[in-house]
């Protein structure tokens, strides 16, 4: 594990050899027409931070070099791969001919959803987060195994689509065996 200070994470970058001992978890992050470059930059920091094996950005989620995307990613758009798809339904047809058993698990708030904490995951994974406004697209949500939602207690009905990747990641990494 790489640990670096706070003027180190902005400046350092990882070398070949460390980007290449990282054991990477068979886990994928889809990105549904992801409309804030913030998020975006973000969700690469966290698909670093576990150890994501891929990102898919798709539609009109806008793609690096940019440089919102840079500043919010701390330039970990750079050795985490990623790959553009014109939309997250094509997303998901090119990883199912490409990994077989997949779960695509869709983030969303749908009569269908289930509480993400009461879910037993399986790897290999591909979790879906939708637009900012409009969430997970109906086609995406029709192809998904598995919806999940955090509940939501106050008045405020959804959570920030990065926040929301993050929390469901973090469940499911925590039941994983330390070793994958």
Known sequence: ????????????EPTEAQIQAIKKRPLYI????????????SIFRLADAVAAEKVY???ETL????????KASIS????????????????ISNIKTQISNIQIVAVEQDARSM????????LPLAIVVGNE??????????LADLIVELPMFGVNKSLNVMVSCGIVLYQIISGLNPAV
């Open 133 to 142: 406004t409009y969430g997970v697209s109906k086609e995406v949500l029709e």
């Open 1 to 12: 594990m790489l640990k670096l200070n706070a003027a180190e994470l902005r400046t350092t």
């Open 76 to 91: 970990t758009w750079k050795w985490v791969e990623w790959e553009y798809s014109v939309t997250a339904v094509a997303a």
């Open 57 to 59: 950005l798709c539609g």
């Open 115 to 122: 509480p993400f904490n009461q879910v037993n995951y399986e």
């Open 30 to 41: 889809i990105l549904d027409n992801v409309l804030d470059t913030y998020n975006v930059g």
């Open 63 to 70: 793609t690096p070099p940019n440089p919102r995307i840079k």
